[in-house]
């Protein structure tokens, strides 16, 4: 690691549109870093694979942004993240910094909300994993209670967030007897803060949603200060895009983030037909 520039870009992939909201996030936190985005849309939705394919998958987009020569990658999937993230940490752990959406997200509740009702809503393979409930209970937070939230996923890469059925889906979700009386929800899938205002609109602003987006965003930046790798120079920072697969919802939805004409490249990373 110690040949590792601190111009040297950061990686970020998720399995779409969703983890564009962490590198949003971490281009306002640090807006001198250079960023790579691999968003997998020709394998999306990540959350109802197998563990086995996901960190298939996970393995193959982390050795293309070494590849690039990315200083750090950022998991900005949750199911990634659950389903690959140690094995990622055993394989790259020694040539590049590796930072995930959930153990941020797990320290910011166990340091705030201990003694609160504690709501998580995620794909089918996060909520199968039962990561969240494991990494909070061993912080001592016990009141944790999950639902699967499947379908969010794929309206938001359909482009349907700001569409009237958005609104209904979340309330049929939100109105489930598992997140009766929470105190504070988390937005365990990247793709969700996308719908924040809506799912807080639904709870009248009474609960506090928590994204991981900033929360991610800071862990990026103490990492890389950490191990002296911010970026210092003052020079513009560019930001790539690569996608397995076009979608009009993924040009959409980064232009909206960014406020560019932002050029997406598709890149088949794996040696498929």
Not at 25 to 42: H, M
Not at 141 to 155: F, I, R
Not at 233 to 259: M, R
Request: net charge negative; aromatic share 8%.
């Amino acid at each position: 690691m110690n040949s590792i520039s601190s111009q040297n870009p950061i990686g970020i992939f998720d399995s779409g549109v969703g983890g564009l909201t962490v590198a949003d996030a971490i281009c306002k936190l640090l807006p001198s870093e250079n960023t790579i985005y691999f968003g997998d849309t020709i394998h999306l939705p990540y959350g109802d694979k197998s563990t086995e394919v996901v960190k298939n998958y996970a393995t193959k987009i982390t050795e293309f942004l070494l590849e690039k020569k990315c200083k750090m990658v950022v998991v900005a999937c949750n199911t990634a993240a659950a389903a690959a993230f140690e094995e990622l940490k055993n394989k790259f752990g020694n040539k590049i910094l590796l930072v995930d959406v959930i153990e941020p997200m797990v320290n910011f509740v166990a340091q705030n909300f201990t003694k609160n009702k504690i709501g998580i809503i995620a794909t089918k393979g996060t909520v199968a994993s039962n990561v969240y409930e494991t990494k909070l209970k061993s912080h001592h937070v016990a009141d944790v209670h999950s639902l699967a939230t499947p379908l969010l996923v794929h309206l938001i890469e359909e482009g349907f967030s700001h569409h009237e059925g958005s609104q209904l889906l979340v309330q049929e979700y939100l109105r489930h007897k598992i997140l009766r009386k929470i105190d504070v929800l988390v937005l365990a899938c990247t793709h969700y803060p996308i719908l924040k205002n809506t799912i807080e609109e639904f709870y009248h602003h009474e609960v506090k949603v928590l994204d991981s987006s900033e929360i991610t965003a800071q862990a990026v930046k103490d990492k890389l200060f950490e191990n002296n790798l911010l970026n210092q120079q003052k020079n513009e920072a560019t930001h790539q895009f690569f996608v397995s697969d076009f979608t009009p919802a993924f040009q959409q939805i980064a232009q909206l983030f960014y406020g560019e004409n932002i050029q997406l490249q598709k890149l088949n990373i794996w040696n498929e037909a």
